[in-house]
């Protein structure tokens, strides 16, 4: 599969969006998706880019969170 390659914003404002559309509730709701930061080599699954800034996220949505972020993570490389 072919991934879009993407900014650092756009990708964090995909995310944003999974996190909006999916209706979260608090304090998930509230959450700032972090901002992709790039990998020195791309991963096993070819991904250019991981988050680090999931310690800001409440323990309670962090899974959540990385699925929005795994998903991402799929479709999207950084430019």
Known sequence: MTKEIKTA?????????????AHL????????????NRLQWPDHNGCNWTVSALFSCPPDC??????????????????
Do not use: H, S
Request: glycine share 2%.
């Open 9 to 21: 914003e756009e990708i964090r404002m995909l995310i944003q969006a999974m996190i909006d559309e």
């Open 62 to 79: 962090i899974a959540r969170v990385e699925g929005f972020v795994a998903r991402a993570q799929e479709q999207y490389n950084l430019k």
């Open 25 to 36: 509730e608090d304090p998930c709701n509230v959450y700032c998706a972090p901002l992709p």
